[in-house]
Nanobody, 125 residues
Framework: EVQLVESGGGLVQAGGSLRLSCAGS????????IGWFRQAPGKEREAVACMSDSDNSTYYADSVKGRFTISSDNAKNTVYLQMNNLKPEDTAVYYCAAVKVRYLTVVVPHLYNYWGQGTQVTVST
């Protein structure tokens, strides 16, 4: 059974940093496309950063380019989202997701079939 467990969320002041972790079980990261998504109250879920470990391709939303970095540790079967220079508009519940496909970065939420429970990120002014 594929499971994803996020951790690392919390409350941080604007300009601060957080690192989110997504620990996977029941699958291996390099056989899947992995994505980090976020959803703020009243807004649609949006792709923040996505990756395909099999070809090292990545995608970043324009709003986070230069501030967020997605990476993986295959030995730990874990994907990370390093978030620097956080802004209040980054406040949301962050989810990691996985879909079994190689050599493809997937940015559309409904194409993912495995989701974590989410972790809250709150950025104060």
């Amino acid at each position: 059974e594929v499971q994803l467990v996020e951790s690392g969320g919390g409350l941080v002041q604007a300009g601060g940093s957080l690192r989110l972790s997504c620990a996977g079980s029941g699958f291996t990261v390099d056989d899947y496309a992995i994505g980090w998504f976020r959803q703020a109250p009243g807004k649609e879920r949006e792709a923040v950063a996505c990756m395909s470990d099999s070809d090292n391709s990545t995608y970043y939303a324009d709003s986070v380019k230069g501030r967020f970095t997605i990476s993986s540790d295959n030995a730990k079967n874990t994907v990370y989202l390093q978030m620097n220079n956080l802004k209040p508009e980054d406040t949301a519940v962050y989810y990691c997701a996985a879909v079994k496909v190689r050599y493809l970065t997937v940015v559309v939420p409904h194409l993912y079939n495995y989701w974590g429970q989410g972790t809250q990120v709150t950025v104060s002014t």
